[in-house]
T-cell receptor
Framework: DAKTTQPPSMDCAEGRAANLPCNHSTISGNEYVYWYRQIHSQGPQYIIHGLKNNETNEMASLIITEDRKSSTLILPHATLRDTAVYYCIVRVAGTDSWGKLQFGAGTQVVVTP | GAGVSQSPRYKVTKRGQDVALRCDPISGHVSLYWYRQALGQGPEFLTYFNYEAQQDKSGLPNDRFSAERPEGSISTLTIQRTEQRDSAMYRC?????????????FGPGTRLTVL
């Protein structure tokens, strides 16, 4: 499976947009980009996923570059509750490996007042 | 509705003892996953099931680790002859199954400490 590269940490001001980059330069055509986050000691929480088109839901937007080698997760109006570790994961569809999520180190996002 | 539950939430055991960790997935969820998370690191995949069939156990670190899901619902992760390096948070997740979309819902985890 392709691996991802994320910055280890970033700060964001409350109320501002948080833009979290992810590099996945070796992604294959059948691999999706998933984002999860983990708040403090809780279990990871799904945020959003996409294949090649940009996606938006009530939590965030996902922008995937045309060559699919990188993506950006956007939290439009960060709140203090968005402080968490954010994981970018690429995941193969349609094989027995579909089940596993391969988490890296993620990005520690700290939202400050 | 009820989420994924795990028991016990905390387990302290002595080196060499066997432990059994239980996961109760969201009702009706087809797939069940086990992960292990060391402090300060992301979760590490161990194994997963579709119904009662173990589909992938490539992440189990050695033969002291085993998992079962005999009736396609509750699962047990068993660690035999525990070692101090087994100390970690063990997380279970479940999903509704399917091919194209497979959001995993995580439980609160079991914190295992091996003395």
């Amino acid at each position: 499976d392709a691996k991802t590269t994320q910055p280890p940490s970033m700060d964001c001001a409350e109320g501002r947009a948080a833009n979290l980059p992810c590099n996945h330069s070796t992604i294959s055509g059948n691999e999706y980009v998933y984002w999860y986050r983990q708040i403090h000691s809780q279990g990871p929480q799904y945020i959003i996923h996409g294949l090649k088109n940009n996606e938006t839901n009530e939590m965030a937007s996902l922008i995937i570059t045309e060559d699919r080698k990188s993506s950006t997760l956007i939290l439009p109006h960060a709140t203090l509750r968005d402080t968490a570790v954010y994981y970018c994961i690429v995941r193969v569809a349609g094989t027995d490996s579909w089940g596993k999520l391969q988490f890296g180190a993620g990005t520690q996002v700290v939202v400050t007042p | 509705g009820a989420g994924v539950s795990q028991s016990p939430r905390y387990k302290v055991t002595k080196r060499g003892q066997d432990v059994a960790l239980r996961c109760d997935p969201i009702s009706g969820h087809v797939s069940l996953y086990w992960y292990r998370q060391a402090l300060g690191q992301g979760p590490e995949f161990l194994t997963y099931f579709n119904y009662e069939a173990q589909q992938d156990k490539s992440g189990l670190p050695n033969d002291r680790f085993s998992a079962e899901r005999p009736e396609g619902s509750i699962s047990t992760l068993t660690i035999q002859r525990t070692e101090q390096r087994d100390s970690a948070m063990y997380r279970c997740a479940s999903s509704s199954g399917g091919v194209s979309y497979n959001e995993q819902f995580f439980g609160p985890g079991t914190r295992l400490t091996v003395l």
